[in-house]
């Protein structure tokens, strides 16, 4: 028996033996009602995209004609296109919203769907849940009343965007760019040459087989980048995920650049022109909230998530928002992680100095920051009983340092009197628990998931 349809954290995904196309219709049709009668935009205009799977442009095909069976005029791209791409067309045209087929960093025997609202943020659960409230077989009107479906170009008119936000010369600047085969290819790599730098492209033809791995821009995935950069005389080595809505760096010192460390250059940058907050989930590192009081600034902390980093950059007008896991987006851009864009802002900050000594100048200011995370096996349906047992087993030390304060966001996350953090929460795509930790060394950071994992394992 098929798995039902569930939107999770991002969109349905499911491995090609259930994700068919007859589901994916079923999905167009709810979108479609949805559209329709919560949204009140029938026969507008949608657009619909897909990544560089096999059976990606098959699936919006098939969503295509559902939608257009519905009264709904409808664009896709003339190739697999990034995310990110998909959701800022939405927002620069009044689209009615759009579909994006993807499973983005997934292996590739999986497919996925999810659904952008109008505004190319990602959509809230009160809008998932309305579409998985309509979920049924298509039911098309009269011939008549059905939509057209053209093709169009979408990167075009983003790349005037992209540079109008990002001050891209790039002229001294030489970049080794791995696409992992995806939706970035051709895309992120020409964007930075049109900008004026040297790129060496890695894995930037379409596989849809994604090199036998996982287009999933892991250290462990990297490491190809990263004795590119290391061992030639490239300034800073970029990757983009399956769908392009994520980002890695890697640079001549360091090797892969951990995300938060990313994420702070990022900050710092923006604030050398510009003022406002940073957004980050519970699972972030406080060196963004070191950089801020820096500044005058604040940081709002969400639950992991971008649809809830999305929330709060509209809530806070904030200047910039990300997660640990590569995603990140900037004001007066979409609300919605953008690996090409970040990619342009990446080689800017290169451009302007080298990428490790403006990190090795954060790290000298502000201290050391390490973390790290782990998972336990846990099913999903034992989750919501681990947390309630683990809110009971509550230490009132950890790791040799006592408990300061408990935030709830998302989990548990546990501040120690030393300025670490333990952090507990269920995976939302995963059958497991994730145990985050951060610290000023590996060490304590070891010491700490050591704790974490002594704490939640028996409970599961």
Request: charged letters at 30%.
């Amino acid at each position: 028996m098929d798995t039902p349809i569930s939107f999770g954290t991002d969109g349905w995904r499911a491995t090609l033996d259930e994700f068919t196309s007859p589901r994916v219709q079923i999905v167009g049709q709810a979108v479609a009602d949805y559209l329709r009668e919560v949204e009140d935009r029938a026969g507008e205009t949608v657009a619909v995209s897909y990544d560089a799977r096999e059976t990606s442009r098959g699936f919006a095909e098939d969503l295509c004609r559902v939608l257009a069976a519905n009264g709904f005029d409808v664009l896709i791209p003339e190739r697999d296109t990034p995310t990110p791409i998909l959701a800022w067309t939405l927002v620069n045209r009044d689209l009615a919203g759009g579909l994006m087929i993807t499973a983005s960093h997934n292996p590739p025997e999986y497919n996925g769907v999810k659904f952008i609202p109008s505004d190319g943020a990602p959509a809230l659960p009160e809008v998932t849940d309305e579409i998985m409230a309509r979920l049924a077989e298509p039911d098309p009107l009269p011939e008549s009343e059905h939509g057209r479906v053209s093709e169009e170009d979408f990167v075009s008119p983003y790349a005037d965007h992209a540079f109008d936000l990002v001050d891209a010369d790039f002229e001294d600047l030489s970049v080794v760019y791995d696409a992992m085969h995806g939706s970035g290819r051709g895309v992120t790599d020409e964007l930075l040459e049109e900008a004026g730098a040297s790129v060496e492209c890695l894995r930037c033809e379409r596989d849809p087989e994604f090199g036998g791995s996982s287009p999933e821009p892991s250290e462990e995935n990297l490491q190809e980048l990263v004795a590119a950069v290391e061992d030639g005389d490239a300034d800073i080595g970029i990757a983009n995920d399956g769908d392009a809505d994520r980002i890695a760096v890697v640079t001549p010192e360091r090797g892969f650049l951990d995300e938060n460390l990313f994420f702070a250059a990022l900050y710092e940058y923006l604030l050398e022109a510009d003022s406002g907050s940073a957004i980050r989930t519970v699972s972030t590192t406080f060196l963004i909230d070191r950089i801020a009081e820096k500044h005058g600034e604040e940081v709002h902390e969400t639950p992991v998530g971008f649809k809830w980093v999305a929330q709060a950059i509209a809530d806070h007008d904030a200047l910039v928002g990300g997660e640990e896991s590569g995603g990140f987006t900037i004001r007066g851009h979409i609300r919605e992680k953008d690996g090409v864009l970040m990619a342009l802002l990446a080689a800017a900050i290169a451009a302007e100095r080298p990428f490790d000594d403006r990190v090795d100048d954060l790290l000298a200011e502000f201290g050391e920051i390490h973390q790290n995370k782990i998972s336990l096996d846990c099913p999903d349906d034992e989750k919501e009983r681990v947390l309630a047992d683990l809110e009971a087993e509550l230490p009132d030390e950890v790791a040799g340092h006592d408990v300061a304060d408990v935030v709830t966001k998302d989990g548990f996350k546990i501040l120690l009197d030393d300025g670490s953090w333990l952090l507990v929460r269920p995976s939302g795509t995963e059958p497991a628990m994730r145990i985050y930790a951060e610290g000023e060394s590996d060490d304590r950071v070891r010491d700490l998931l050591d704790a974490g994992t002594e704490l939640v394992e028996p409970l599961i």
